[in-house]
């Protein structure tokens, strides 16, 4: 019993309606935006929130954002994820960095046709970018005009949970593909590529047998 109870802190409980699959992923890139997402008080219906980057971290910051019945626009480098962010992510528009502008499905213009649109901003773009240009995008916090930029990386284990719990209830699903142990080079070739959605989860259980 005391083994247990010492195990207890380190363990997640899974609900049974979730596959263990698709929980996978979620202490790595679920925890990574959603501990800031409360933190920061981005749960908050209604409010606008932008995100950077359409990836791992990104299409999770997404599908938690409609979830807490956040308005939301995406900003990607990738033409080609236009679709995938108004169908499967239903983003709200779908914005892409195109020669300097912003283009999406209504427009082709500048960012100034969205400055102080946004209350919050996920920059989940791994690649180098300014973040300048998207502070314009930013609601003014205060009358003298503040806007806060805060990072981290992770979350601790309460948060996790809450994470798990919330996901299993409004079934909240990562994009994966579940592969076996003997392609995981194929799989580290495709993470190279950008050839993956979003994230890949190794069957152990399957590899062993």
């Known amino acids: 019993m005391m083994l247990n109870c010492a195990l207890s802190k380190y363990c997640f409980r899974i609900p049974e309606n979730y596959p263990l699959a698709l929980a996978a ?3 790595c890139a679920g925890i990574t935006v959603y501990t800031q997402m409360v933190r920061h008080k981005m749960n908050q219906p209604g409010k606008s929130l932008g995100v950077i980057g359409l990836g791992g971290l990104g299409h ?4 938690l954002g409609k979830a807490f019945g956040l308005k939301f626009v995406v900003f990607s480098t990738s033409i080609s994820k236009k679709e995938e962010a108004l ?3 239903g983003a ?3 914005q892409m960095k195109a020669n300097g502008k912003i283009w999406n499905y209504q427009y082709f213009g500048s960012m100034e046709a969205m400055a102080k649109s946004l209350d919050f901003i996920i920059d989940t773009a791994s690649a180098d ?3 300048d240009p998207y502070m314009s995008l930013l609601k003014m ?3 003298i005009g503040m806007k806060t930029v805060l990072g981290s ?3 601790g284990m309460k948060y996790i949970q ?3 719990d919330l996901c299993a209830a409004q079934h909240i699903h990562q994009e994966i593909e579940v592969i076996p142990i003997d392609y995981a080079n194929e799989a580290l070739e495709g993470l190279i590529k950008r050839d993956v959605k979003y994230r890949f989860v190794i069957n152990i259980e399957n590899s062993l047998k």
């Open 162 to 164: 809450e994470m798990i």
């Open 92 to 94: 709200d528009q779908e």
């Open 25 to 27: 992923p979620l202490p």
């Open 129 to 131: 970018h300014l973040f």
């Open 60 to 63: 999770v910051a997404i599908k």
């Open 141 to 143: 916090g205060s009358s």
């Open 87 to 89: 169908s499967l992510l």
């Open 153 to 155: 990386a992770t979350g």
